[in-house]
């Protein structure tokens, strides 16, 4: 320790010497005081257009369908527009853009290239700001690197390839924790992530594609810091994309697929549920203001068309059953309050899903991630829940559902089994379900494509 | 489609032409044939030492401590002697085989390093079989090709950077679910995977290095090829590593600690604790064969040893009350069985856990995974589990367990709350427990090291 000679750094009474105490910086030239490494103290609010601006026009529930990322890339395109003076916006995907509908953005954005542009290229330029790269590593650290300093920022991808960073998100997460125990340490923006192409449908990819596995690594970070959302349609995508854009200190997942998908809610009704956070959707219960038989419960797009077509098969055959939906968009609604600031009180929790009835709910990642969150919650151990379980490879939409056993019929199935009060008509419903389940198997595997009454369901009263 | 010229490849019936059929290759030759692409028709099992050549002698449990991986390198050591003839095992850590305590394998072998070496390098040699990089893509990617080649391979990593590569690891348990449903396809050994320097432990790293989230991407793997195993000490480790490296087609992970820690069974207790996967310790146990007032569970190293303190303390304090502690290895026991092949039948679940005793269960991970694990069990609900929780950073080993409410205290509130039978005799010792933790939360700020009742703490009957 004498090699460091501290008989030149303090006097005989063992205190720092005042003229190298003097040499340390002072004021913004602090280290953790500098605005470059506090990248809150610049931080300016995006100028973000009214989102309901891009609202669908959803007139009835469930009869027309639309691609839903489409809406947050015309979003994107203005966010763009009104925030070009200030420099503080980029969008990061690995090399996927237009494949995830968000190609909006290129009528007023460039990719980012610095090397030579030749004539082929397709909106290439040194100062783009579509940040586009096949590397999820680049992607999500220079999303880091950039609300870090001050500015904002989503990072769209392949649901399954956000796995590749997860333990990068991890590192975000701890560091914001930290950071939220630092008064002096200024608020940043949230770290956005859009997870599309999902497990349920990717076109031709197959088994490789489908890991929703991110959902689990949010679920092990602190509540302080870590959201997940299951915008169930375009308009509930536009109203969570507003908040989060807004929002500060947070991982927010967003989770929803690109294809074209069923349309449910108004963008008046679609506000009202993303506030809440989860609610009854009365239009597919038929159980009105008396207690249900059974609650059908789902988070995520294409959970929600199997259980709001579950919920209509139902009530075609058997009208005497009771049945409740809830859609649940923000999954951290569900834990114990304790756990999570977005927990619902247990009464409230009790209002939607009842103290003791059967819940059959229906979920887009891995099926016991539920188990793991309302642990603690009254009514747990009457949650009956189906979701991804790693089967199904490329094939039709309808048959990944039927072979995670998620299926509409699957949910009508669990539903009629659960449903004690009427157990006396359930057994001829349930093997016709059984029976539809075989002739789709059939079916799939001779025209390679869905049935027709699955293919083109829509809602009907 | 014209363009592909099919009248060149087809004839005027639209069959492929035989002399093109012809060129296909054939035998060996074929793709999924070819030993080259389907490792398993080469691989040859390892020549393994018996590893109860390596057991630590240990007469009464609880009373000596050990650095449990050193055994592991020692074991790791003698294998590459045994089958440097054969040229199939490889060893591949980032760069910290010796702060693992796996340092005797460079007693016999060296690290690869095709550069120039200088007299003042340590263990490099062109052929050395130790791969070592401060990369864990490049380690696990290694090793994934290795194994499906027809070689065996053991990767060793700090437990928080083994996130790194979890999609990777995903990748892999798919492909093996693939091969699992093709006869032609030759079993290849286990990838092994040692997490080591975990979250409760890692010396001068802190918040950053403290992550068990590879444990929670384990689970969402199907049954038939994920293992997860948490051998307490020592002689377990010996057990499950010989094991493990018999295993074919699984993904292996072994969680165990590198510093100093008590140990608890004999060889012959071992083999037998690791061959049912978990079991009741009788000798830290004072059930004897009624039914206990509470089960002590635990799982991991320092949780094991948090656990068996609350025993000792409560029976100190309240002999009266009758404890069970069962120990967790193999944690796909607790699945029920038709999750995971290796899941107990529920009569046996009971047998060990009770139908309605509180179980106090002590966890190395991430606390509500076990809720997710044990959800369908009988006496889920009377499961209160406490584990790692995003609490700490550099500190005592003692103030981390106290700062995620995992410490022996808190296991023995816990107990003493729950434990109905006595609860007329438990408000003073909980009160006690509670001054206990006060006590330390002062001396380990005083002292900047645990109390000497905690730190010294041993067995005694």
Redesign the interface.
């Known amino acids: 320790m004498k090699s460091y000679h501290p008989e030149e750094l303090f006097d005989e009474q063992g205190r720092f010497l005042p003229e190298l105490a003097a040499l340390a910086p002072k004021g913004d030239r602090r280290m953790g005081a500098n605005p470059h490494a506090n990248g809150g103290k610049l931080l300016v609010d995006l100028d973000l257009p009214d989102f309901t601006d891009y609202a669908l026009d959803v007139k009835t529930p469930a009869t027309m369908s639309y691609e839903n990322t489409r809406v947050l890339g015309t979003l994107l395109r203005d966010i763009f527009v009104r925030n070009a003076a200030r420099h503080n916006f980029r969008y990061f995907c690995p090399d996927e853009t237009n494949s995830n509908r968000l190609g909006d953005v290129f009528q007023v954005e460039n990719r980012t290239f610095e090397e030579k542009i030749i004539p082929i290229d397709d909106h290439l330029s040194p100062d783009g700001r579509v940040m586009e790269v096949l590397s999820e590593h680049l992607c999500e650290g220079w999303l880091e690197g950039y609300v870090l300093t001050g500015r904002h920022g989503v990072f769209a991808t392949y649901e399954a390839f956000a796995?590749?960073v997860?333990?990068m998100i991890?590192?975000h997460t701890?560091w914001l924790?930290?950071a939220l125990a630092l008064p002096w340490c200024k608020p940043v923006a949230s770290v956005n992530l859009l997870l599309t192409s999902t497990c349920w449908r990717n076109d031709h990819n197959g088994?490789?594609h489908q890991?929703p596995?991110l959902i689990?690594?949010a679920?092990?970070?602190?509540g302080a810091v870590s959201r997940v959302y299951f915008p169930p349609d375009a308009n509930c995508l536009l109203s969570v994309a507003g908040h989060c854009l807004r929002s500060r200190n947070y991982v927010n997942l967003i989770v929803i697929d690109k294809q074209p998908h069923l349309q449910f809610l108004s963008m008046h009704e679609a506000i009202d549920h993303c506030t809440r956070g989860l609610s009854i959707w009365p239009w597919a219960s038929n159980a009105g203001n008396v207690e249900p038989d059974v609650v059908l419960a789902c988070a995520g797009d294409v959970m929600t068309l199997e259980t709001v077509a579950a919920a209509w098969w139902l009530r075609q055959h058997l009208p005497e059953l009771k049945v409740r939906v809830v859609n649940i968009v923000d999954l951290m609604t569900l834990y114990p309050p304790q756990?999570h600031p977005h927990g619902l009180a247990d009464a409230t929790f009790i209002d939607l899903f009842t103290a003791d009835k059967p819940v059959v709910f229906a979920f887009h990642g891995?099926q016991?991630?539920i188990?793991?969150?309302i642990?603690g919650r009254p009514n747990?151990?009457h949650f009956h829940v189906r979701g991804f379980n790693?089967q199904g490879t490329t094939t039709t939409p309808f048959d990944m559902v039927v072979l995670n056993e998620v299926s509409r019929y699957h949910l009508c199935i669990l539903a009629l089994r659960h449903a004690l009060r009427l157990q006396h008509l359930t057994p001829p419903l349930m093997q016709e379900c059984q029976d539809l389940l075989a002739r789709h198997h059939s079916y799939v595997r001779t025209h390679f494509e869905d049935m027709p009454e699955v293919r083109d369901w829509v809602w009907t009263d």
Not at 219 to 222: D, H, I, Q, V
Request: charged residues 25%.
């Open positions: 796995m590749i997860d333990s991890v590192q701890k924790e930290g088994f490789s890991g596995g689990d690594t679920l092990t970070r602190k756990v891995y016991r991630a188990h793991q969150i642990h747990a151990a790693e």
